[in-house]
């Protein structure tokens, strides 16, 4: 069982509740005097969990690649850390540039590596950012607002089978092509500018809902907007390269263990580049994989946290 001030920090109202707490650390095993890379520091839940086990004399370094959120969990775990006394590093900087961000804090590799693929409440939640439609607001769905490309730019201005292609890869969506027809007949007409127009157009491309069919259990815009906010933000991208530097992340085995990685995906795109990039470590005589399948959530946290049911952890060890 956690101790109290582990469920308080899981429990905070900090616009996001950090999934599979509990198995992370597990997974990662966190010890005092450790160093611990949390790729997508978020809202700081997970940090709060992790920062605790690591005093005295551990490091936790964040990274998030959106300012704000940065911003946020530098400010909430600082006193976290300060009574553990465990340094700390909140960086706004994307998972990808993880190996640059470490070289350039004097960090030759870490005891422990998280990555969380999924978003904070608070971003999911804003009509502003524009990641969900269930409330209307710009087509936006930057995650770093500095960035330059947005969805809005996107469909307006990709050619039809571009757009249609985008929307099948990422979004795994079987009606791409005609989604992909829809959104140029209508922007030849008009820009489509924000989520409640686009979720409409996607809507009207489907067709009328059949409730028996399982692909329609699901509001049909979803796949769009998800392949839509993977573009935009280069989500593959990123954790491909992740996961092809995270083996020079992690500290090598020894009299040790060495360092230990997980990985919480949310969805088939995400799982399976992870899967396979963990097999292959795992065929090295230096890695061995910790999770032989994916580690869900209990039905007390399905139940407590909906988001959590699609979460799926798989951890690896540098061994040698």
Same mark, same amino acid.
């Given at each position: ?12 109202? %900090? ?35 992790? /920062? ?9 370094? #964040?990274? =998030?690649? *959106?300012? %704000?959120? %940065? ?13 553990? @006394?465990? @340094? ?16 350039? &804090? #004097?960090?030759?590799?870490? *005891?422990? $590596? ?28 930057? $995650? =770093?607002?500095? +960035? ?9 201005? &990709?050619?039809? *089978? ?16 005609? /989604?992909?027809? !829809? ?18 157009l ?17 509001d ?13 933000n280069?989500?593959?991208? +990123? $954790? ?5 530097? $995270?083996?020079?992340? &992690?500290?090598?085995? #020894? ?6 990685a ?25 890695? !061995?994989? &910790?999770t ?7 039905? =007390? ?9 699609? %979460?799926?952890l ?7």
């Amino acid at each position: 069982m956690p101790e109290a001030h582990e469920e308080q920090a899981a429990h905070d109202d %900090a616009g996001h509740m950090p999934v599979l707490a509990e198995q992370v650390l597990g997974q990662l095993d966190p010890k005092p005097g450790q160093v611990v890379l949390d790729c997508t520091a978020g809202r700081g839940g997970h940090g709060a969990l992790l /920062i605790p086990k690591l005093g005295p004399g551990g490091r936790y370094v #964040g990274l =998030d690649t *959106d300012p %704000a959120n %940065a911003d946020y969990s530098r400010h909430r775990l600082s006193p976290i850390a300060k009574q553990a @006394g465990v @340094g700390l590093d909140v960086v706004h900087a994307n998972f990808r540039d993880a190996r640059g961000v470490l070289r350039q &804090l #004097g960090i030759e590799g870490v *005891d422990g $590596l998280l990555a969380d693929l999924g978003f904070a409440s608070n971003q999911m939640d804003d009509p502003a950012r524009g990641m969900a439609f269930s409330e209307d607001g710009p087509l936006d769905m930057r $995650l =770093d607002t500095g +960035a330059t490309v947005t969805a809005e730019q996107l469909i307006n201005q &990709l050619p039809q *089978d571009e757009l249609a292609d985008l929307i099948y890869e990422f979004g795994e969506e079987r009606l791409s092509r005609r /989604i992909a027809r !829809k959104i140029v007949e209508l922007r030849t007409h008009e820009p489509i500018t924000t989520t409640g127009a686009l979720a409409r157009l996607v809507r009207r491309a489907y067709g009328p809902r059949k409730s028996s069919s399982r692909r329609q259990r699901i509001d049909p815009a979803t796949r769009t907007f998800m392949a839509l906010r993977i573009a935009v933000n280069d989500e593959m991208g +990123a $954790l491909d390269q992740l996961l092809t530097d $995270l083996p020079g992340l &992690l500290n090598p085995g #020894g009299l040790n263990p060495g360092g230990r990685a997980a990985v919480i995906s949310f969805h088939s795109l995400e799982d399976r580049r992870v899967k396979r990039a963990f097999l292959g470590l795992g065929k090295d005589a230096g890695f !061995k994989v &910790l999770t032989r399948k994916p580690v869900t959530a209990n039905d =007390d946290e399905a139940r407590a946290n909906p988001r959590s049911r699609s %979460a799926k952890l798989r951890a690896i060890e540098r061994s040698g």
